[in-house]
Every structure is written in structure tokens, then in C-alpha cells.
């Protein structure tokens, strides 16, 4: 293989480039446009929604879903450990404390271990869930690498307990239920707000992006108003709240707008790649292809190896560094965010997948212009690698 096979990268095979000259001559470039209306619009036809807010970022859209769940200094933010830390920051930007709950083998929240945090360390006191007299006020359930978070059990934890949950589907547009209470909804269409991104590793991108939806189309219109700095009035500079400058602008937006008309193929292929990647793994000692969840119909976004730590001791760099040298990306999964500095001390609840998962998952090529030659080329150095590393 001469060909350098990235991790993740994006696809412009459709009207992008006619889109953004569109947008440059229009001269609307900054943060009003047909462009940036239409991406709200089209985006909430695809998720079936009635209303989606874009914004600069997925960490914009995170942060303005908390800010609009009313998270305060001192309250409680139930976060996950094995994510991004984007997911939890905005916590941190709203002076609230973030408590780390285990995840499960999705990789996304355990709903199990939500339930008895909340039941056996918590205080249910006249309607408001306490920890250590602190208001716990929100969940972030994240849906990682485009699997879904079991979120029926979730939902009915948040409602027993009133928390908000803010779903940080970052990684998952385009993931649904095909079965249960959920079925034919999206993956950002069930908790209190659902963020997305746009960033360039994301299935779709404009450079850098995100979007807010939430079922109550009155929170969309708040938060939209919370990214335009908050202006009141539209001929006075006249501001009741603090606002900020986070709304996405119409050259990213003519981006988006482009990027979603490929959005059902982009998903297409990633399926497609999986199934391929799934079937060279099939019956692999040292390593396993993860599956999704069961009853949903995921995006497929990033692929997951788990490597057989029994046998297979070489470190994640290791492992990296020798397929870079068969011109094959690859990445460990994150570092746990607890762990992190900014987050050290924080506290932790039966940490017990998060540290299991975060030692064994290796991420393999899963760009949609992969090809089928190129997948069973990863999927043989791979193999290659892990067995001799195994028996070596
Ligand atoms: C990408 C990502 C974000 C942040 O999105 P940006 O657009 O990069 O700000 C947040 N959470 C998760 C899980 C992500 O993967």
C-alpha cells in the first residue's frame, strides 16, 4: 500500500465548494445568511425535530445547553470518565462540579450505576436530588463513537430524580432506536437538549460547528438568543441577559448545508465498512471488533478494537507507532478525564469499565472514502501486529 490511510478525515464530494463561493459572493459571511437558516432548517427535517440552533461548536452547544439548564456555581453535573473532554469542560466553565459515573460496555453512561449513585449517595429532598448538600442538576450522557446510550433507563432515572439531560451526540448524528419505548428517534432528540458537532472528524462537517435541538421549541429560541449575545432588541443595543458569540456564521453554514445533503450516504458507507471490518475480525484471538447496540440503527462514525491485554502487553504507542509505519493512522481511546489535571480530585463513582476500556480500545481507519481494498489492509497488519506481539 502506497497510500497513507488516515484515521478520520473529510469527504467534500458534493456541492460544498459551490455553496461557500455562493456564500463569499453573497458577501454574508458572518453569523447572518440563507445559509445558516437553512442548516437550521434542514438539519431539523433530518432529526424530524421542530426547531435546531447552530452554533460555532459542539463545546459551544454544550456549554449554552447547560447555561439554559440553569447549572450554577456548585451544582452537581453527573459526567461520564471515557469521553472527550469536551463533554464535561463546560461544567467547569459554569463553576459546577462534575461527578464521574462509570460507563458500560456501549462505552456511554451505565445506566445502572446512574440509578444507584443517585439512590444510595444522594438525598431526594422536596423535589431536588442532593450530594453532600450540593443540588445535583444535570446528566451529559454522551453517545460514544455513534453507539446509543441505553437511554430508556436513563430517562426514567432523570425523571424520577428531575435532572436534566443534556445528550452530547457529538459523535452520533444520524444514530437512532429502531426498537422500544425510542424507536425512529435520534440520537439528540430524546434528553432536555441534544448538542451535535461539525468539527472536521466529525460524519459531517464545516470546519468547525455545532447545533442545539431540544423538544421544547421555546429552549431552541432562548438558546439561539443566548449565542447573538443576547440582544434584546433588534434596533437598540439592549441586553437582559450575558450573552455570547457563538453562532455558527454562513460560510461554515454553506458548508453544513452541502455536507448534509451526503449525510444519508456518508452513513451508508460507514455501515458498509463496518460490516467489512466486522467480517475480517471474525473469529480474531488477540483483538475484537465492538458492536453497537443492540435495537438501535447506529451512524457507525469510529470503529473500536479491543485488544486482548491477556496476551497482548506492547503499550497503545507501541501498537500506534508500529502500524504508522505500514502508513496505517490509528489512536488509542482517551485518557480518563478524572485523571486529567483540571480534574483530579473530583469525584468518582464505581470506576470499573472506564479504567478497563480505556487500557484495551484501539481506533482503526474509518474515513467514508476508505476502500474495500484498504479495510482488509488495516485489517490484516492489524492482525499481523497483534499476533506477534502476542506470541512474542
Ligand atoms: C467532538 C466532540 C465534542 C466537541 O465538539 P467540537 O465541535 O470539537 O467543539 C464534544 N464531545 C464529544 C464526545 C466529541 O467527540
Redesign the pocket.
Known amino acids: 500500500m502506497n497510500k497513507f490511510i488516515p484515521l478520520s478525515i473529510p469527504n467534500f464530494e458534493g456541492n460544498e465548494e459551490k455553496y461557500v463561493v455562493d456564500a463569499i459572493a453573497s458577501t454574508f459571511v458572518s453569523t447572518v445568511g440563507g445559509y445558516v437558516s437553512r442548516m437550521e432548517k434542514e438539519l431539523a427535517s433530518f432529526l424530524n425535530v421542530d426547531n435546531v440552533a447552530v452554533c460555532q ?3 459551544s452547544a ?1 456549554h449554552l445547553s447547560m447555561v439554559d439548564a440553569g447549572v450554577k456555581p456548585g451544582n452537581v453535573v453527573l459526567v461520564p470518565p471515557l ?2 473532554i ?2 464535561v469542560n463546560p461544567v467547569k466553565y459554569q463553576f459546577a462540579t462534575p461527578v464521574f459515573i462509570d460507563c458500560d460496555d456501549s462505552f456511554c453512561l451505565d445506566p445502572v450505576k446512574l440509578r444507584s449513585f443517585c439512590e444510595e449517595e444522594c438525598v431526594w429532598n422536596d423535589g431536588v436530588l442532593k450530594y453532600n448538600g450540593a443540588d445535583v442538576k444535570a446528566i451529559v450522557v ?1 453517545h460514544v463513537f455513534g453507539n446509543m446510550a441505553d437511554m430508556e433507563s436513563i430517562m426514567d432515572t432523570a425523571e424520577k430524580y428531575n435532572l436534566k439531560v443534556i445528550e ?1 451526540a ?2 452520533a448524528l444520524g444514530t437512532k432506536y429502531t426498537d422500544g419505548r425510542y424507536a425512529g428517534k435520534f440520537a439528540g432528540t430524546i434528553g432536555d437538549y441534544g448538542c451535535y ?3 472536521g472528524n ?1 460524519i459531517i462537517t464545516t470546519g ?3 447545533a442545539v435541538t431540544s423538544g421544547n421549541s421555546a429552549t431552541v429560541d432562548h438558546i439561539r438568543f443566548l449565542s447573538t449575545q443576547a440582544k434584546t432588541d433588534p434596533h437598540y443595543y439592549i441586553h437582559d441577559e450575558v450573552g455570547y458569540n457563538y453562532r455558527m456564521t454562513n460560510l461554515q453554514a454553506a458548508l453544513g448545508v452541502a455536507q448534509l445533503e451526503e449525510l444519508p450516504e456518508f452513513i451508508k458507507r460507514k455501515q458498509k465498512n463496518f460490516d467489512l471490518y466486522k467480517s475480517e475480525f471474525e473469529g480474531f484471538k488477540y483483538g475484537k471488533l465492538i458492536d453497537f447496540r443492540s435495537g438501535t440503527e447506529s451512524n457507525k462514525w469510529f470503529y473500536s478494537i479491543e485488544i486482548d491485554r491477556e496476551h497482548v502487553k506492547a503499550s497503545m504507542r507501541e501498537i500506534i507507532i508500529s502500524l504508522e509505519k505500514d502508513k496505517i493512522q490509528t489512536r488509542a481511546i482517551w485518557g480518563l478525564i478524572n485523571e486529567q489535571k483540571p480534574y483530579e480530585g473530583e469525584v468518582t463513582y464505581k470506576l470499573e469499565k472506564a479504567p478497563y476500556y480505556a487500557e484495551r480500545i484501539l481506533n482503526i481507519p474509518s474515513s467514508t472514502q476508505i476502500t474495500e481494498e484498504e479495510i482488509k489492509y488495516v485489517a490484516d497488519k492489524v492482525k499481523q501486529l497483534l499476533e506477534g506481539l502476542a506470541n512474542g
Open positions: 461548536s459542539g463545546t454544550l469521553t472527550f469536551a463533554a454522551v452530547d457529538t459523535e458537532s461539525f468539527n466529525k468547525g460547528g455545532g
